[in-house]
């Protein structure tokens, strides 16, 4: 089995100030984890994914996320957020073991910057 | 490319009510999955297929049929609506080979009175 924990339902930050989104993970094997993007009456948009190699991964917009196997997370942070980065971000995970098309996503966590 | 397109937007339907909701891709992705997204619960998998011919069911697949009888084109029918199918659909694409993501379309607002 496969899941994913996004731990809060909101996450508000300041405009300019570091943005992380917290995502924990379980698998039977290794995992390949990914972070998408949701904003208001839009589909998913991809943002990274960690695959092999090194723990952290940049992505699209300035994101990155770093994996840490010992803790089975995969945060995705942002230095500096922007009023634009306000939308709703979903983890997700597939075993190694899985195709591409079965993923297990989290919940999602909305992000608020406030201006 | 269009990418991945679903049709209609939004549709509203009385319970009992049947209908299709349509997805194409143009990218040549050889998987296609169907997601229904409820507030609080994520996306969860109604349906995927591997390839044209070949479907599976995933974690909520009660209540809904899928076939693909071609690479590009992946339906989602609704057989008897229900209130419990009140939701947002989203179809997503991948390749087959490799590690990748999964391209989403634009989503369908299905309400069930």
């Known amino acids: 089995a496969q899941s994913v924990a996004q731990p809060e339902d909101q996450v508000n930050v300041a405009e300019g100030n570091p943005l992380t989104v917290k995502c924990t993970y379980s698998?039977?094997?290794?995992?390949?984890l990914f972070w998408y993007v949701q904003y208001p009456n839009r589909g998913l948009q991809f943002l990274l994914k960690y695959i092999t190699g090194d723990n952290l991964v940049k992505g699209s917009y300035g994101f990155e996320a770093e994996f840490n196997k010992s803790q089975t997370s995969f945060h995705l942070k942002k230095p500096s957020a922007l009023v634009s980065d306000s939308a709703l971000y979903f983890c997700a995970v597939r075993d190694i073991g899985y195709g591409n098309n079965r993923l297990a996503f989290g919940k999602g966590n909305q992000v608020v910057v406030i201006p | 490319n269009a990418g991945v397109t679903q049709t209609p937007k939004f549709q509203v339907l009385k319970t009992g009510q049947s209908m299709t909701l349509q997805c194409a891709q143009d990218?040549?992705?050889?998987?296609m999955s169907w997601y229904r997204q409820d507030p609080g619960m994520g996306l969860r998998l109604i349906h995927y297929s591997v390839g044209a011919g070949i479907t599976d069911q995933g974690e909520v697949p009660n209540g809904y049929n899928v076939s693909r009888s071609t690479t590009e084109d992946f339906p989602l029918r609704l057989l008897s609506a229900a209130p419990s199918q009140t939701s947002v659909y989203f179809c997503a694409s991948t390749p087959g080979t490799g590690v990748h993501e999964q391209y989403f379309g634009p989503g369908t607002r299905l309400t069930v009175t």
């Open positions: 990218m040549n992705h050889e998987y």
């Open positions: 698998v039977s094997g290794n995992p390949y």
